[in-house]
């Protein structure tokens, strides 16, 4: 601290951004009151001074250069919310190499540069916050630092991504199409300015390193998680879903294998139980399940995207930042301390699925998949069918549901490639995985 007051540099004035710097001055008294620190933001570093703002803000604070929020000596914090990762990954650098800690909601970031900006940041004992980086304004990074440092964690499943999870809700409430639903998230400021990583999985994965890594104390990295998007959901598997009792949601899976001391990665949309709470979490909103050996199941949920929900977070790191400032080594970081935990390659990964094929309306076309199913072990738990009237498919087909017992996701892939040679079954199935939640690790 170099002075009386703290003096913050912000970098960004996005949605975030300016979510940030609204409530950093709305609820300045406030924050003043609580944490008994006076503040100012003293400069704001922006892509492009000429661009016409949301937000009323002195232009005197306005500079195009993050470079002059690193170089000046009266700033104490950075907040990062440029976005993007290369340059991110510099002023996240500069920031830490000039002692200032950085405060950043970064998953990219992190997920691609995490494991050398911890260490930067131990060496130069500069604190790293990244609360935003994960569930919007859920404190689970905290939490998982803090809070429940005392459970070996056994597994983290959750909907940790906003935007995928409004287009899903909308597709099942609203019967929205899927574009219609996407420009919608977009219009409300949830998805990122490439809306390509929210709804190909590659959002929620990187989150899930994240929070693996803190879970776990090991590095993980982009190569160890398996991950599929929501683009190819229709509006058909919505409709079978509902008719067995499960929701359809792009589900992170996060599991310990202590027997193979392994972990489990994955994302993908996931047929989850209608009883379950994950199932009727709707809209921009995020759910964060924790199972910890010591405390159990916990849920954690809120809005995970969106501009004032992501600001909450953002502040509360400032504000822990600012009551760390003087002793920056009492900062809980991130500290690997386990060695690299060996990563389930997804082919040996088991649970339940749901696998509807498109196949002419024959005699015999359940026997084929089901003796196919067989010859690879694979048991089925029940079957539905329900004949197209014209459409995509066109008279004469049918969808054939198959619910299928455990089983491993190699063997499964196996068995529908065999099944490519039978004409009357169009080749490419609608897989989802059957998430079993309540069981105990
Ligand atoms: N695009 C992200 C989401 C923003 O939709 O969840 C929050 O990280």
């Known amino acids: ?64 250069n993050w470079q002059e929020l690193v170089d000046d000596p009266e700033i104490d914090i950075i907040i990062e919310l440029i976005g993007g990762t290369e340059e991110a990954y510099r002023l996240v650098k500069a920031a830490l190499l000039a002692h200032k800690p950085v405060v950043t909601g970064n998953k990219a970031l992190l997920a691609e540069f995490g494991s050398e900006l911890f260490q930067l940041s131990a060496e130069t004992t500069t604190p790293l916050y990244f609360e935003a980086s994960c569930g919007g304004g859920i404190p689970i990074i905290q939490s998982l630092q803090n809070s429940l440092v005392c459970n070996y964690v056994r597994r983290i499943t959750g909907i940790i991504n906003g935007t995928s ?77 509902k008719e067995l009792g499960y929701n359809i949601k792009l589900l992170v899976v996060i599991r310990h294998h202590a027997d193979k001391d392994a972990l489990e990665l994955r994302v993908q949309p996931s047929f989850v139980s209608r009883k379950h709470l994950l199932s009727s979490v709707y809209g921009v909103f995020n759910a964060i399940a924790v199972h910890g050996d010591i405390v159990g199941e916990t849920i954690f949920y809120g809005r995970g995207a969106g501009k004032n929900p992501t600001a909450s977070a953002v502040i509360g790191d ?84 198959f619910l299928l017992h455990a089983c491993p996701w190699g063997k499964l892939c196996e068995a529908l490639r065999a099944l490519h040679v039978h004409e009357s079954i169009n080749p490419h199935p609608a897989v989802f995985r059957i998430e079993t939640l309540n069981e105990e690790a």
């Open 165 to 241: 999870n409004y287009i899903l809700s909308s597709m099942e409430r609203k019967g929205m199409t899927y574009e219609d639903a996407l420009a919608a998230a977009q219009r409300k400021g949830y998805a990122e300015a490439d809306p390509t990583l929210d709804v190909n999985g590659w959002d929620a994965a990187h989150k899930a390193l994240i929070l693996a890594m803190l879970a776990y104390g090991t590095p993980v990295s982009t190569e160890n998680i398996s991950v599929y998007g929501i683009d190819r959901i229709t509006a058909t598997d919505f409709r079978f879903a």
């Open 1 to 64: 601290m170099t002075g009386e007051t703290l003096q913050i540099g912000l970098a960004g004035l996005g949605t975030v951004g300016t979510g940030v710097y609204e409530t950093l001055c709305r609820n300045h008294d406030l924050l003043e009151a609580r944490t008994q620190i006076p503040f100012a933001v003293k400069r704001v570093a922006v892509r492009s001074l000429a661009r016409k703002r949301d937000v009323e803000i002195d232009p005197a604070l306005l500079t195009d």
């Open 318 to 401: 400032v504000m822990l930042a600012m009551r760390e400032c003087r002793h920056p080594e009492n900062h809980s970081g991130f500290h690997p301390y386990t060695k690299r935990l060996k990563v389930l390659p997804q082919e040996e990964t088991v649970t339940p699925y749901y696998v509807r094929f498109l196949v002419q309306d024959r005699p015999g076309v359940i026997a084929v998949i089901a003796a196919e199913l067989a010859k690879y072990d694979i048991g089925i738990s029940g079957t539905m069918s329900s004949p197209r009237k014209g459409g995509d498919g066109g008279e004469g087909t049918c969808d054939l549901v």
